[in-house]
T-cell receptor
Framework: GAVVSQHPSRVICKSGTSVKIECRSLDFQATTMFWYRQFPKKSLMLMATSNEGSKATYEQGVEKDKFLINHASLTLSTLTVTSAHPEDSSFYIC???????????????FGPGTRLTVL | KQEVTQIPAALSVPEGENLVLNCSFTDSAIYNLQWFRQDPGKGLTSLLLIQSSQREQTSGRLNASLDKSSGRSTLYIAASQPGDSATYLCAAIAGGTSYGKLTFGQGTILTVHP
């Protein structure tokens, strides 16, 4: 099956710094990637949809200036948490959608997640 | 706005039992429905994806059914094992203008004890 990686898997930073998280599709090209956030013991909430070569589409309530998304290539999307604060501490998961040829329509493949802790 | 609810929130069973996890969604105009497994501190593992034209999917000891008209899906796990312990999430996949958007339930935490 399709493989999606994330880097780093875990990051601890001081309040006020910016943190970049990478999401890569390793064996396929993904025109669309998605970023989710998961609070402890809660479900995943979609933050934004990232389309290669165009601006990301953010969900209601998500600050686009706070969470910068760049989908510069067909295999890489990045999420930058700017001026991070303790309330930004969370588990961030990305997913990528494989082109439909040979795959069930609409299936997304998820990365292993990045645990962000802001002190 | 799509809302997905999973019942029960937690389930603890002895090894060997057959069990059913429930998922309901408010907007029946979904495109597909997908079940995932999540181990603590890890990402998601896709278990089964049921396309809108299908009523069920099977993989090994897992069987998922979908009834779009009633807004329900169930995940059946046969002969449960301690290794099945994890959080199980269902997600409704939208079509139309929100094509591909997943709305997740809050999950069922399953514990299978030896």
């Amino acid at each position: 099956g399709a493989v999606v990686s994330q880097h780093p898997s875990r990051v601890i930073c001081k309040s006020g710094t910016s943190v970049k998280i990478e999401c890569r599709s390793l064996d396929f090209q993904a025109t669309t990637m998605f970023w989710y956030r998961q609070f402890p013991k809660k479900s995943l909430m979609l933050m934004a949809t990232s389309n290669e070569g165009s601006k990301a589409t953010y969900e209601q309530g998500v600050e686009k200036d706070k969470f910068l998304i760049n989908h510069a290539s067909l295999t890489l999307s990045t999420l930058t948490v700017t001026s991070a604060h303790p309330e930004d501490s969370s588990f961030y998961i990305c997913s990528a959608r494989e082109p439909e040829v040979g795959a069930p329509d609409n299936e997304q493949f998820f990365g292993p997640g990045t645990r962000l802790t802001v002190l | 706005k799509q809302e997905v609810t999973q019942i029960p929130a937690a389930l603890s069973v002895p090894e060997g039992e057959n069990l059913v996890l429930n998922c309901s969604f408010t907007d029946s105009a979904i495109y597909n429905l997908q079940w995932f497994r999540q181990d603590p501190g890890k990402g998601l593992t896709s278990l089964l994806l049921i396309q809108s034209s299908q009523r069920e999917q099977t993989s090994g000891r897992l069987n998922a059914s979908l009834d779009k008209s009633s807004g329900r899906s169930t995940l059946y796990i046969a002969a449960s094992q301690p290794g099945d312990s994890a959080t199980y999430l269902c997600a409704a996949i939208a079509g139309g203008t929100s094509y591909g958007k997943l709305t997740f339930g809050q999950g069922t935490i399953l514990t299978v004890h030896p």
